[in-house]
């Protein structure tokens, strides 16, 4: 009798904890369906950054920071993050960092599950010399230094989690790489001799060696066991892109991952500029493109792909930064996302719309620009490109609303993303989802789903022609008065079919 009480009571005691274990579960399924698109309560959120350029709020750090940002993510994730929080790791490899030394690092956005990884690189141009590097440090310290890097950031556009505004990449795991290296991704530290240039010490660039250390310490996050990994990367973010993809093929592959990568460049296609400026550009704002990248791969110690690398001589590298260029050595999968009149690619050319007057000759150029923009672009498999003036789009908010021939830019990836899954499984891929697209209207703001154009004095917004004549320019002359009004406006309002 003795006995059977004791059974009996051990019996109830399995029965409360089983009850007990199926609440947790429950709770715990209650909480990841509650946490998938809508997150925690804001109350109770740490704070928060938007991922928009400048943005500088609040603390970080370097060294014992790095302890301290792992216990002060922990104590996020206990109070109930919002969904597209994305929290900070700082590299476990200290030896890789930032322009001035301070730790380099990460953040990161899990989904439990997902066998799919989004990286992206962030943007900013570059310094490629003692001065230019200064002036850097000055004005844009987050670009060159972990100092001042909230614990936690807010993906925006694909970075976001909200199946809204990210309808086939809110459920990848999410991470988000801070460019703090100044080198277009390329650097990989101290070179072994001396370059002909004396080296500026106080600067480290290691961008390249970022990225491999940032996949090293997401081993145990799971990135070995992806399906897919797609490098994204924004401006100078995806010039990175172009550079360091086959690179981070291979390490996967040498890690054992059997994942497809893939990448994805967002406004860093490119072209070389048409300005005639001195070699030597003794005026370090004059410089080119080609001449900054020229004169800064050496101070980086930069790395081009190899096979690129191969095509030409010593001393003819910088060639590889530029995606026309580069692409046919690739054997990764690339998607090129590129505005036809890239505002970066005008500024370059010191052609600023809506903030100063404006030749005929410039206007020239900006046409030209699209008709050189597309015919640099007809060979690349995957493309999205429309007849605007903007710069970057993939983490934008509003980054569903800008369409080609009809299709979205999500749903150009989406089509992109099919078609690759349906080579792998060698099935023929669907048809009527398209993702070569690229505008055939030949001028700016032709496409009706372009980013409104806005005044730099006044901030109003105006179309192109207001913007024309309020930068100088003599309609008539250009063909665009009430002479040419039926075929030229006709045009420049067309659906960008």
């Not at 597209?84 to 790791?89: G, N, Q, R, V």
């Not at 005008?346 to 005929?360: A, C, D, F, P, T």
């Not at 789903?449 to 250009?478: F, H, I, N, R, S």
């Amino acid at each position: 009798m003795k006995i059977l009480s004791q059974v009996a009571f051990l019996l109830l005691l399995g029965g409360i904890w089983c009850q007990n274990n199926r609440n947790a579960k429950a709770s715990g399924k209650s909480t990841k369906k509650s946490g998938g698109n809508q997150g925690g309560d804001v109350g109770q959120s740490p704070p928060v950054v938007d991922l928009t350029p400048g943005s500088t709020r609040g603390t970080g750090g370097t060294g014992g920071t790095a302890v301290a940002g792992r216990e002060t993510a922990a104590g996020a994730r206990a109070a109930g993050q919002q969904a597209d929080d994305m929290m900070l790791h700082f590299l476990k490899n200290t030896q890789v960092t930032c322009n001035d030394g301070t730790a380099a690092g990460f953040y990161l956005k899990e989904f439990r599950g997902s066998r799919r990884w989004l990286l992206f690189l962030e943007g900013g141009w570059c310094c490629y010399s003692k001065e230019t590097c200064d002036s850097r440090y000055q004005n844009i310290p987050r670009l060159m230094s972990s100092t001042g890097w909230p614990q936690t950031k807010r993906g925006t556009g694909i970075l976001s989690s909200q199946a809204e505004e990210n309808p086939h990449w809110h459920n990848a795991n999410i991470v988000f790489i801070p460019y703090c290296s100044s080198d277009v991704w390329s650097g990989t530290g101290p070179a072994p001799t001396p370059p002909p240039r004396p080296r500026q010490a106080e600067y480290t660039f290691m961008g390249s060696l970022i990225i491999r250390e940032v996949i090293k310490d997401l081993i145990p996050k799971g990135i070995k066991q992806a399906k897919v990994v797609m490098l994204s990367g924004t401006s100078a973010g995806g010039t990175g892109v172009l550079l360091n993809i086959e690179r981070v093929a291979s390490q996967l592959e040498q890690l054992g991952a059997e994942a497809q990568v893939r990448g994805l460049v967002d406004s860093g296609w490119f072209l070389e500029s048409k300005q005639q400026r001195s070699p030597n550009c003794p005026v370090t704002v004059s410089c080119s493109p080609e001449d900054a990248i020229k004169i800064g791969l050496r101070l980086w110690n930069g790395a081009v792909p190899d096979r690129c690398r191969q095509l030409y001589k010593k001393g003819e590298e910088w060639q590889c930064f530029f995606g026309h260029r580069l692409y046919s050595t690739l054997t990764s999968p690339l998607f090129v996302v590129q505005w036809l009149f890239d505002e970066e690619q005008l500024r370059v050319e010191n052609i600023y719309m809506g903030g100063q007057s404006l030749s005929q000759e410039q206007w020239q150029y900006i046409q030209n620009l699209g008709r050189e923009l597309k015919n640099s672009l007809a060979d690349v498999t995957a493309v999205f490109a429309p007849s605007c003036l903007s710069h970057t789009v993939i983490t934008k908010s509003n980054w569903m609303s800008f369409q080609v021939k009809g299709t979205s830019l999500p749903r150009a990836l989406q089509c992109w993303d099919r078609s690759l899954e349906a080579i792998r499984n060698n099935r023929t891929p669907a048809k009527g989802c398209p993702f070569h697209l690229v505008d055939t209207c030949q001028r700016p703001q032709c496409n009706p789903t372009c980013p409104a154009l806005v005044d730099q004095a006044t901030q109003q917004e105006l179309t192109l022609l207001q913007m024309l004549v309020a930068m100088g320019l003599d309609l008539q002359k250009l063909g665009l008065g009430p002479q040419g009004d039926a075929d030229s406006l006709a045009s420049m309002v067309s659906n960008g079919g």
